[in-house]
């Protein structure tokens, strides 16, 4: 079983749609958790990073983590098509270098 | 400013052939770190640097692969007596200091046929 799970998708919206993009993983060590977008034939950009438990905002962006559940979420509002990419989950544990990356969600929207 | 920079884009390589991948990280930018990249998977760790120091090289693959940052700024990737299953993404990315984020260059394809 790998430390994070991600379902590769293709998840497919219309624009202005609400995305849901999540990951589950098994390591309660896991303090810090980042998802990141990227677009084909180009590095990951980070989106969002949060520490710990919690819910984080940013524009039309929010990211949730629950750890005790360890389950977290990253929503959408208001689609675009440039939003089309695969989004990452990744997460670290306090003061470790090695960061875990889930396999990433491709994602499309349709104008 | 400029972000992280690799260099090849691309590189085609015979089996049996080194091979030599660059990361110019951001200036200032203290951690630096090399991930593997295989189509429709996410980055996987290979090695992590602080200043010149390397101080996690557990990801990577076999004795084949070397990672060195002389100076504390540029990296530099080798990889010797490639393989078919090396081919992928290799991406370079660094933080700032007492940040945990990571700043990712475009990447490097790496395909040996």
């Known amino acids: 079983q790998k430390e994070v799970e991600q379902d590769p998708g293709p998840l497919s919206v219309p624009e202005g749609a609400i995305v849901s993009l999540n990951c589950t993983y098994s390591?309660?060590?896991?303090?810090?958790f980042m998802w990141y977008r990227q677009y084909s034939r180009k590095g990951p950009e980070l989106l969002m990073y949060?520490?710990?438990?919690g819910n984080k905002e940013d524009g039309r962006f929010t990211a949730q983590v629950d750890k005790s559940s360890k389950y977290i979420s990253l929503f959408i509002r208001d689609s675009q098509p440039s939003d089309s990419a695969t989004y990452l989950c990744a997460m670290t544990r306090t003061g470790g270098f090695k960061t875990i990356f889930g396999a990433g969600t491709r994602l499309f929207v349709k104008a | 400013g400029a972000g992280v920079s690799q260099s090849p884009r691309y590189k085609v390589a015979k089996r049996g052939q080194d091979v030599a991948l660059r990361c110019d990280p951001i200036?200032?930018?203290?951690?630096l770190f090399w991930y593997q990249q295989a189509l429709g998977q996410g980055p996987e760790f290979l090695t992590y640097f602080q200043n010149e120091a390397q101080l996690d090289k557990s990801g990577l693959p076999s004795d084949r692969f070397f990672a060195e940052r002389p100076e504390g700024s540029v990296s530099t990737l080798k990889i010797q007596r490639t393989q078919q299953e090396d081919s992928a993404v290799y991406l370079c990315?660094?933080?700032?200091?007492?940040?945990?984020?990571?700043?990712f260059g475009p990447g490097t394809r790496l395909t040996v046929t």
């Open positions: 200036s200032g930018h203290v951690s």
């Open positions: 949060t520490y710990s438990s």
């Open positions: 990315a660094s933080s700032p200091p007492t940040k945990d984020e990571q700043y």
């Open positions: 390591n309660s060590a896991f303090q810090y």
